[in-house]
């Protein structure tokens, strides 16, 4: 038996149809093996050595995993085709002690039979400058988070972190926020006067006076204008007829694909990267078992296989004809910065049209299915042509412009239209009378209006990352998780579409380009991605590249710690009296709300819980249990984040502590260690271990013992429409189950 070990387990039955007999398949859910987050596991003084550990959530799927490969004849490494994913397959070659010169790889851009099994045929090694270029991703990442974050915590309130990528994206927010306060909007009149020739009305745009290019900024111009051109003849003194052309889009990257996917159905970064994720590892068709039907959604190529161009010509052949194909086929370039390990996203066969999959795919993977298979096929299509009519027209000092265009051959729009914002002034015409030179059409009447120049638009998810791409910095990879990431940690917040900066997203902005305006500018961040991509094709060599960047590091994290700064709000004075030095205690924000605190800290340090009303809780005698069995002290009941416990009065110089369980209800056991689980009562109810804090699971959802018919994670109780369901816990798999019914929901 041959092992092949994939990432997501919603792909697992999509590959073993194609891999046939002799083939077992395991699904890893993700990396295995991680930097521990308890500590910054990055040797700085031994040329940045990373100290990876076994994820705590993962130990029970790696033991999985070393017993099948165990049993397996061979082992092959099938994880995604790019850096992420050749780490995974590195991570678990090194638990498995594989050898990785040899050829344990193999990788495929889609899952299709053809793909499977051409990568069965030409396996290779592990390619260890991919495994480097994501290795120093991740320590960058690490030394920036762990160094920084603790300058924002001393400095603008606990619990906040920094990082590479996600902290400059804050800052293009903020920045785009600050123009917009900072926008004077200033008037202006559009103005146009409607002539007719025959019975045919049109309307001519203010251009021009005395040929120079003008404009109204006032009623005061509005009026003058008006007694100036009253009573002047309106003569056509040039009129142009030409064929102009439009081009089809490149088909989509990662970006573009979510771009679009906001514009055109209002799907959001998370819904289209999940949607995109579902199509790729395979969907449900009845007959057919579990079919992908898109390629690789991480990419940021516009390449295209000949085979699937050659595909694409003879299909708009048969259904359009053969003047709907270009003479020769279109090729897009593609930016210097893209990866380009992989093809453009587009669907794995023509064929499977999304018509014949209306009613078979949930409304969500219908619409994105669609959208990706019309944008790949216009990309393959003839141009769009038009006929486009310029015309200049005259009376007195004043020039006019009239300027359309009508449909002549829908080449590729027949398919798929671009996306289009709106614009305040339509000037183009769809429709105009036959105009020649020296026709003199009769004036009907003026049009104008007060309008204002408007600031910046806020980002809306589809922008920003349309602006990361931009500018270089994260890759397709990173930039579903890095904009929710900002919304996750309160840095921003949505309003309809646009996003904009929470108060603490620009707090921690300001702080970090004070202290570390190299790390906070956009060109340093896209440069870095420049030298993680010389180290993917071996130009760099990665711990050079770290080295480079924290040469000073260190001396700018002690000066942001040993300076006076701080954004903190002052703290409020009470009148709460310390009863142990006499002082007015202040009210301080912690972890757990506001609380009373003696304001000589360090020396006295007294203090005291604060009810919803601000009001101090007086202390009650500690409650005491049963003696130490470490020390012999009284145990003494303390309340923690989760819930009551036993602590050792003898803290701390004795740290024994014992979770209190809850006798009077079952709530089942924990899903990583077996032990019960408990309700915890915080701002609201969860379920977590009663092994904590050697075990800290949680749920916020009770759990089911019974577990996922799809992939076999533990499944969650929940409520939708009234009606009870189990929903499995696994995000990549995410089936839901009526109780009492086998059918699943996706």
Same mark, same amino acid.
């Given at each position: 038996m041959k092992l092949v070990v994939i990432e997501g387990i919603g792909k697992k039955e999509t590959v073993e149809k194609y891999l046939g007999k002799g083939y077992k398949v395991f699904a890893t859910r993700g990396h295995v093996r991680d930097l521990p987050s308890k500590r910054l596991a990055v040797s700085v003084k031994d040329n940045f050595e990373p100290h990876y550990e076994t994820i705590p959530a993962q130990k029970e799927t790696v033991a999985r995993l070393k017993e099948e490969a165990a049993k397996a004849d061979e082992v092959l490494l099938a994880t995604d085709p790019d850096r992420e994913g050749e780490a995974i397959s590195w991570h678990v070659a090194e638990l498995l002690g594989l050898n990785k010169s040899d050829n344990i790889r193999i990788a495929f851009n889609e899952i299709s039979k053809n793909a499977v099994q051409n990568a069965l045929k030409n396996p290779r090694p592990i390619d260890e400058n991919l495994v480097d270029a994501q290795q120093a991703r991740r320590v960058l990442d690490r030394l920036v988070g762990y160094k920084i974050s603790p300058v924002l915590c001393k400095k603008i309130q606990s619990k906040l972190s920094a990082g590479r990528v996600q902290s400059v994206t804050l800052r293009l927010i903020v920045e785009r926020e600050r123009k917009i306060r900072a926008f004077k909007p200033e008037e202006y009149w559009p103005f146009s006067s409607v002539l007719s020739k025959g019975k045919k009305k049109f309307k001519a745009i203010l251009s021009t006076k005395l040929n120079k290019s003008f404009k109204l900024s006032s009623k005061e111009d509005v009026d003058k204008v008006v007694s100036e051109l009253d009573g002047k003849e309106y003569e056509v003194t040039s009129v142009k007829r030409s064929v102009t052309r439009s081009k089809p889009s490149a088909p989509f990257t990662t970006s573009t694909m979510q771009q679009d996917a906001l514009n055109k159905l209002g799907m959001t970064l998370s819904q289209t990267t999940q949607t995109a994720q579902n199509l790729y590892e395979g969907i449900e068709i009845p007959g057919e078992g579990k079919i992908a039907l898109v390629t690789y959604i991480r990419t940021d190529s516009t390449r295209v296989s000949s085979g699937a161009m050659q595909e694409a010509r003879e299909f708009i052949t048969s259904k359009f004809g053969k003047e709907y194909v270009p003479t020769k086929p279109n090729i897009y370039a593609t930016k210097k910065s893209a990866q380009d390990a992989h093809e453009a996203i587009r669907p794995i066969t023509l064929e499977r049209t999304p018509e014949s999959l209306e009613g078979v795919l949930s409304k969500p993977n219908y619409r994105l299915y669609k959208l990706i298979y019309d944008r790949f096929l216009a990309s393959q299509m003839s141009d769009a042509t038009y006929d486009s009519l310029n015309v200049e027209i005259k009376a007195g000092d004043y020039g006019f412009k009239v300027t359309g265009k009508t449909p002549k051959f829908a080449g590729y729009t027949a398919v798929y239209k671009n996306f289009v914002e709106p614009k305040d002034d339509d000037d183009e015409q769809s429709s105009l009378p036959a105009l020649a030179e020296g026709d003199k059409p009769e004036f009907i009447k003026y049009n104008y209006e007060q309008k204002f120049t408007k600031p910046p638009a806020r980002y809306t998810e589809a922008s920003i990352v349309k602006e990361m791409e931009e500018k270089g910095i994260g890759r397709p990879a990173t930039y579903t998780p890095t904009v929710t990431l900002l919304f996750s940690r309160g840095y921003t917040e949505r309003e309809g579409k646009s996003i904009y900066p929470t108060e603490l997203g620009e707090k921690v902005t300001d702080m970090l380009v004070k202290y570390f305006p190299d790390i906070m500018n956009v060109k340093f961040t896209a440069d870095m991605e420049e030298r993680l991509d010389e180290i993917e094709d071996g130009s760099r060599v990665w711990n050079s590249v770290v080295g480079e960047f924290y040469n000073g590091f260190d001396e700018k994290v002690a000066v942001a710690m040993g300076d006076s700064f701080s954004l903190k709000p002052p703290d409020e004075v009470s009148d709460v009296i310390c009863e142990s030095c006499g002082a007015k205690m202040v009210i301080k924000q912690g972890r757990y709300g506001r609380f009373?605190?003696?304001?000589?800290?360090? %020396?006295?340090?007294?203090? %005291? /819980?604060?009810?919803?009303?601000?009001?101090?809780?007086?202390? %009650?005698?500690?409650?005491? &249990?049963?003696?130490?069995?470490?020390? *012999?002290?009284?145990?003494?009941? #303390?309340? &923690? #984040?989760? *819930?009551?416990?036993?602590?050792?009065? *003898?803290? /701390?110089?004795?740290?024994n502590i014992k979770n209190i369980e809850n006798k009077e209800e079952d709530y089942g056991s924990c899903p990583l260690c077996g032990r019960p689980l408990k309700a915890i009562k915080g701002k609201s109810m969860f379920f977590g271990c009663s092994g904590y804090p050697e075990c800290k699971f949680t749920s916020a959802y009770k759990v089911s013992q019974t577990k996922c018919p799809t992939c076999g994670s533990y499944m969650t109780e929940r409520k939708y429409g009234g009606k009870d369901y189990l929903v499995c816990a696994n995000k990549e798999c995410g089936k839901k189950y009526l109780v009492h019914s086998e059918e699943a929901h996706d």
């Open positions: 009373l605190a003696c304001p000589n800290y360090p %020396k006295c340090k007294n203090t %005291k /819980p604060l009810d919803q009303d601000d009001k101090p809780i007086e202390a %009650k005698p500690p409650v005491e &249990g049963e003696k130490c069995e470490k020390c *012999g002290k009284p145990m003494v009941l #303390r309340k &923690g #984040r989760f *819930g009551d416990f036993w602590a050792c009065s *003898g803290y /701390p110089k004795c740290k």
